[in-house]
């Protein structure tokens, strides 16, 4: 089945660890972004990508960083330098065909909290 | 920065009823569209209504966009316990590079 897989599904850190969240989607999407939840906060955006070897900061990515050498692979990493990393974390992409965005299609989440 | 806001923030309904949320934005949009969202769940889309659209329809939801009041509404009808969740509307501004805005969310609790 096609779809975005997400995981871990929970992770617990450390403070001063960095953490590596993975996100993978077979969708053949070129366009792909990470979005941090917190309670009545809605969703904030990371960072995205529209196409390989190329990302761009989100409202919120102070403290994340991202690689995307794949079409289908789109990791976060969170790292020490993020103040408050306990949230949730959604991946998601979207086809690039048709112009203007269309709909996303969300993983299952990663829920990180540190200790 | 968060563009839409739905309204109201908590919504509890008897199974049966009808469903109202608001979302209201700032600046000119190219689409907008409504997620859910289960508890603890990643989102899942809904509908996207167009710029140049005033309605559209998809099985019990409808969809309106008033771009003059800069608001859109979902209505759910005849509601199912099934259907308690968090629902979030999204904005793409005109011009936005590839990006969409989520509001805040609203808690529709549907009683059975």
């Known amino acids: 089945d096609g779809g975005i897989t997400q995981s871990p599904k929970y992770l617990f850190r450390k403070e001063g660890q960095n953490v590596t969240l993975s996100c993978e989607q077979n969708?053949?999407?070129?366009?792909m972004y990470w979005y941090r939840q917190d309670p009545g906060q809605g969703l904030r955006l990371i960072y995205y990508?529209?196409?390989?070897?190329?990302?761009q900061k989100g409202d919120i990515a102070e403290g994340y960083s991202v690689s995307r050498e794949k079409k289908e692979s789109f990791p976060l990493t969170v790292t020490s330098a993020q103040k408050n990393p306990t949230a949730f974390y959604l991946c998601?992409?979207?086809?690039?065909?048709?112009?203007?965005?269309?709909?996303?299609?969300f993983g299952e989440g990663s829920r990180l909290t540190v200790l | 920065s968060q563009q839409g806001e739905e309204d109201p923030q908590a919504l509890s309904i008897q199974e049966g009823e009808n469903a109202t949320m608001n979302c209201s934005y700032k600046?000119?949009?190219?689409?907008l569209q409504w997620y859910r969202q289960n508890s603890g769940r990643g989102l899942v889309h809904l509908i996207l209504?167009?710029?140049?659209?005033r309605e559209k329809h998809s099985g019990r939801l409808r969809v309106t966009l008033d771009t003059s009041k800069k608001s859109s509404s979902l209505l759910i009808t005849a509601s199912r316990a099934a259907d308690t969740a968090s629902y979030f509307c999204?904005?793409?501004?005109?011009?936005?590079?590839?990006?969409?805005?989520f509001g805040k969310g609203i808690t529709l609790s549907v009683r059975p």
């Open positions: 990508s529209q196409i390989v070897n190329d990302f």
């Open positions: 600046t000119s949009i190219n689409n």
């Open positions: 209504i167009r710029s140049n659209e």
């Open positions: 969708l053949n999407h070129d366009a």
């Open positions: 999204a904005t793409v501004n005109t011009g936005a590079n590839s990006k969409l805005t």
């Open positions: 998601a992409s979207r086809s690039t065909s048709g112009g203007f965005p269309g709909e996303l299609f």
